[in-house]
């Protein structure tokens, strides 16, 4: 069975400092792979999407950029966090495009 | 992709059903109804979906109107493991590769389950 991981759980960093999130999927071979940002007590909002190794889709301008050295490694990173960029980060995977996401456990990030 | 409407939150008492209504007036012909839920502090968890016909699975069962027009999910035996916040989306499924597979979560239903 397929089986998605995201660390760290949780991470507290100073404004100002880099960040790497790493999601790693298991159990499936070039899956569609998903970056999503929900902010307290609101909805998910969809960061980066990749289709392969290499190729990152941004759906909105900001802090944060994304990469996919391998086929089930995704990495959500930034060279300067901001306060903004606090929030539940979230993974998931896809088999196809248009196919059933399936969401990791999330990174709680709070950026001081 | 289709906007939907849910009320923003709903009790149940445990062992009861639960039935989550949406209303997705403006969907299309080749728009899924997905569901997820999201429990406190954890990712989003798949549940189900359809298109047209009523679906059942293990957690839950999609009760889809003949117009297409609403949608209800119903969880025959609620727990307190299912208090959580239910997200109703339509989409387009199996579009030939055109599209990323964006999903647009709303503000979803709360729901509590109470002893």
């Known amino acids: 069975s397929q089986t998605i991981h995201q660390w760290p759980a949780t991470l507290v960093q100073p404004v100002g400092s880099p960040l790497s999130l790493e999601c790693t999927v298991e159990g499936t071979s070039n899956p569609n792979l998903y970056w999503y940002r929900q902010a307290a007590g609101r909805g998910l909002q969809l960061l980066f999407y990749?289709?392969?190794?290499?190729?990152i889709s941004s759906e909105v301008p900001q802090n944060l950029s994304a990469s996919r050295p391998q086929d089930r490694q995704f990495i959500l990173s930034s060279k300067k966090l901001l306060l903004s960029d606090s929030g539940f980060y979230l993974c998931?995977?896809?088999?196809?495009?248009?196919?059933?996401?399936?969401f990791g456990p999330g990174t709680r990030l709070l950026v001081l | 992709d289709a906007k939907t409407t849910q009320p923003p939150s709903m009790d149940c008492a445990e062992g009861r059903a639960a039935n989550l209504p949406c209303n997705h007036s403006?969907?299309?012909?080749?728009?899924?109804v997905y569901w997820y839920r999201q429990i406190h502090s954890q990712g989003p968890q798949y549940i189900i979906h359809?298109?047209?016909n009523n679906e059942t699975n293990e957690m839950a069962s999609l009760i889809i109107t003949e117009d297409r027009k609403s949608s209800t999910l119903i969880l025959p035996h609620a727990t307190l493991r299912d208090t959580a916040v239910y997200y109703c989306?339509?989409?387009?499924?199996?579009?030939?590769?055109?599209?990323?597979?964006?999903?647009?979560f709303g503000q979803g239903t709360i729901l509590t389950v109470h002893p």
């Open positions: 359809g298109l047209k």
């Open positions: 998931a995977w896809s088999v196809w495009a248009e196919e059933t996401q399936y």
């Open positions: 989306i339509v989409r387009v499924s199996n579009a030939g590769g055109t599209s990323y597979g964006k999903l647009t």
């Open positions: 403006t969907i299309s012909g080749n728009e899924y």
């Open positions: 990749s289709v392969g190794i290499g190729q």
